[in-house]
């Protein structure tokens, strides 16, 4: 089970149809009409999604913090602006077909707004709250009927006390509801004492029980306006201090009943928010055989960055296709086993120099920098790894990983 | 047989160690030392090269003749200007660590100037001129024991009458040495009163016998200034009309021992002519089982584009790790066979809007569009397909370069 679809695709056989085009206002010299898609945010993700854009012809637009950022570097259309603010995205919109996005820090407001213009935004704002705000994705997620830790809105340590107290008691995962991703906004609380630093940001604190976990799975699935969907293979994301390392696809191990319930469970969640693009559904394998939603991203998410090599189609190339409401790509596997491990920053600054070493190493290692300074723990890059043997797969991945970043020096 | 090394490869194990670096110039922000290669031409290839170079985190820029050119609509870093006034190449070249090119038209006398002035030219003037001027490339081949046609510099239609004597008559193949391609500056003459037009530019002229040839194959390799070199599977190119059409990889039923010697054949010109980058040997196979270059190109050329989707290292990803003297990714294939189909221009501008019949008919269709306007016969993209049973891959690929065209329309 790798695709779905709900209600009719368009057949696609009319040439130019007005039936099967949005009236695209992109435009090449000599009447090639290619849509413009515009991003918000120049991390990584939007640099790849501009190299996943490239074959496709398509024009691609960036908003930008500054013109250094990680997809600054290697676009082509880049504007330098606030995504706070709503006129400069009205004016980056305004050369847009789609707007979509790097990360979900754009006011749900200016969405509407945008959208109120007449710009498609995607995904739409009534289903990105639900990637910004944890409270609301819960309180959706409990009323579809999807699994997810014990959890509620606390107003203060003697209301976290109580949380603990209704259950197994402490410790307990507090969390800002707006604002946290790689662990940051995540408090795990062992005493009421402790329970104090979460409430002075003066954020609604959403608690959530410490789920006994086995390991961490990731459902990727992508969707478009029109209800096609595709689902990659769950995969294992290791993390180290709050932060992704390795993801492993597909999970090793996974029971396959299992499987399809964690991607039919995303799929569900994708529908029934709305979402139009990438999902991730960041999920908790516990020791008594259950799956329960840990979080939601609705973007390309590092849990698919194996794609990039791994997949027929990688999530960035879907993405695009999803936003543009074309037909999606076949997201299985190409190999048996990828591996992807996040390079971090360490100590040493130029990982170019890494590279004689660990391509001379591996001539099938696929690296993906981001041009990022590299600042201790940030991801500045990943790699890739693919075969036949796990163990294989792994070692390369994480030795290739490592002396880029300084760790491993042979 | 994918991988040779000539004499010594940097141990790549110091890190950062002036022995394994060059001094490059290209700065990120924070002190992260990445390379600018810059490359001279604004088209496909350079659209391409510049996909391939964004996940090793290079600068990429590029001297393009207009803001429109295929490469320049997605690269960052753009320079437009002429790429025959020399001050212009210098201006360009000043930013960047090596140059490298999108096609062979830079004047020699150029390059020899910008290597005086220090600038890493890769392939170097003394390798491209064999690519440049096919009197040149035909005297080396010659020189060194490669098969060739037989051929001889003329200087007039009875000279050319004269060399069709001395072998099996006309038709004779008369070439200017210098400016054709894609079937241009290229005639077949079959008698003395139609040997007149070749001569009429003022160019010198080829002429060579017209092989009684079984198909056409390419032999494709990349070197390092290191003399490391990989050899691509030898493909099968199929022309229509003097323009590649179709290319299969690897070539259907080729005798092993032939895919060895013309892979040989190929390392051994690459070494010969002192070529670092991409080189294509295009071939004739004959019906008596010999192999004889056709035509030479240093650059990634249109018989490798497969290789973007159907080896674990596409052409242009060891063009860029080439042209920095990086080591070289594994040429080898991903599939039993994959097959790309150029998309040449037809009488319908828009192919924007056939994506969706392809992409719904062929989730694992891989097309690459680039830009270009359509016209009549002009490649403005490719396809690619893959899989485990050639007449299914060839069927797939033929039907969606056929529908973008619009020679198909169901």
């Not at 478009?224 to 995969?235: E, I, N, T």
């Amino acid at each position: 089970m790798w695709m779905v679809v709900e209600g009719r695709r368009p057949s696609g056989r009319s040439r130019g149809g007005a039936g099967n085009r949005p009236p695209w206002r992109g435009r090449y010299p000599g009447g090639v009409t290619f849509p413009v898609v515009g991003m918000v945010g120049g991390g990584q993700l939007a640099r790849m999604t501009h190299e996943a854009g490239i074959p496709l012809g398509i024009r691609f637009k960036l908003l930008s913090d500054t013109p250094q950022d990680s997809a600054a570097q290697v676009v082509s259309d880049v504007v330098v602006g606030d995504y706070r603010d709503l006129d400069t995205l009205r004016e980056f919109a305004r050369g847009c077909d789609v707007i979509t996005f790097d990360h979900e820090h754009v006011p749900t407001e200016h969405l509407r707004a945008l959208e109120a213009d007449g710009i498609p935004v995607r995904p739409g704002p009534d289903a990105l709250v639900h990637a910004q705000d944890k409270g609301v994705m819960r309180a959706k997620l409990d009323a579809i009927g999807v699994p997810c830790p014990r959890h509620r809105i606390v107003s203060d340590p003697q209301d976290v006390a109580a949380f603990a107290a209704e259950g197994d008691g402490f410790p307990v995962v507090l969390k800002t509801v707006r604002g946290g991703y790689d662990g940051k906004g995540v408090w795990v609380v062992d005493s009421v004492e402790e329970a104090a630093d979460p409430f002075k940001a003066g954020v609604p604190v959403l608690a959530e029980e410490k789920v006994d976990f086995l390991r961490e799975l990731a459902a990727n699935v992508v969707r478009s306006p029109h209800g096609q969907a595709v689902a990659y293979p769950v995969v294992e994301s290791r993390q180290v201090g709050g932060v992704c390392d390795t993801v492993i696809a597909p999970a090793p191990g996974l029971d396959e009943d299992l499987a399809v319930r964690a991607s039919e469970m995303a799929l569900n969640i994708a529908k029934e928010l709305g979402v139009v693009g990438h999902l991730a559904v960041e999920l908790f394998q516990t020791r008594d055989g259950r799956i329960l939603v840990n979080e939601l991203a609705m973007r390309p998410h590092n849990s698919g960055h194996w794609s990039m090599d791994g997949a027929v189609t990688s999530q960035f190339a879907n993405h695009v296709r999803a936003v543009l409401d074309l037909p999606l790509g076949d997201p299985r596997p190409r190999a048996p086993w990828t591996v992807m491990v996040n390079v971090l920053g360490g100590d040493y600054p130029d990982m170019y120099s890494a590279y004689l070493h660990c391509m001379a190493r591996d001539p099938q290692l696929k690296i993906h920098m981001y041009g990022k300074d590299v600042k201790p723990g940030r991801k500045v890059g990943h790699v890739n790894t693919y075969g036949d043997d796990l163990d294989d797969v792994l070692e390369r991945a994480s030795h290739a990983a490592g002396y880029l970043r300084g760790t491993i020096t042979e």
